[in-house]
């Protein structure tokens, strides 16, 4: 007897967490988050994820995670976050190496895995871990940009933007939380 091997995830499951992902890859593709944050005179590379990485990445992670209320369902977005970004260019416009859009699957994994680990715990390690998350991916983005191009962050902006990215990741969190609410009722 052949026993049929079931999904993890249900196919309504699999839709939602695609078009979380789709949705934050839309956002973080035509948002002039560039724009927005040269228009305020704040410096980058990546002072738009900095800022608004919570709405742009956390908040669809952590929906995914609340609405299917199952496990790697916010590492998984993460990845196709990462993937269909990946499929409308390369990460932050840099081609060589050809290889460097590896480090927004690697920045938007660590994101997806402490939003993970983070989000189905208490209420207040969800909220810091979001901030965490876009802290993280915020990171690895300097890293990899300053390394491979040589354009680093300024000093003197570090902590304004660190301070935002944990700001900006906890909002994430808080409105999936909200936005969660509305689908109980």
């Not at 979380?20 to 973080?28: D, G, Q, V």
């Not at 228009?39 to 919570?54: D, E, N, R």
């Amino acid at each position: 007897m052949v026993m049929k091997r079931r999904s993890y995830f249900s196919l309504p499951e699999w839709a939602i967490i695609i078009l979380l992902a789709l949705a934050s890859a839309l956002l973080n593709t035509y948002l002039p988050v560039k724009s927005i944050t040269e228009y305020f005179g704040i410096p980058g590379p990546a002072a738009g994820m900095a800022l608004l990485g919570g709405v742009i990445f956390v908040l669809w992670i952590s929906l995914a995670c609340r609405i299917t209320k199952k496990k790697f369902s916010g590492i998984i977005t993460s990845v196709f976050i990462a993937s269909i970004c990946l499929l409308m260019g390369p990460w932050y416009g840099v081609v060589i190496p050809a290889w460097f859009s590896i480090y927004s699957i690697i920045g938007l994994l660590c994101m997806g895995v402490i939003i993970e680990l983070t989000g189905y715990r208490s209420s207040w390690l969800a909220v810091v871990g979001g901030g965490l998350g876009n802290l993280a991916c915020l990171g690895i983005t300097w890293l990899a940009i300053g390394f491979h191009t040589s354009m680093w962050i300024r000093a003197e902006v570090v902590p304004f933007l660190v301070l935002g990215a944990v700001i900006s990741g906890s909002v994430g969190v808080l409105l999936a939380r909200g936005i969660s609410q509305l689908f109980k009722k």
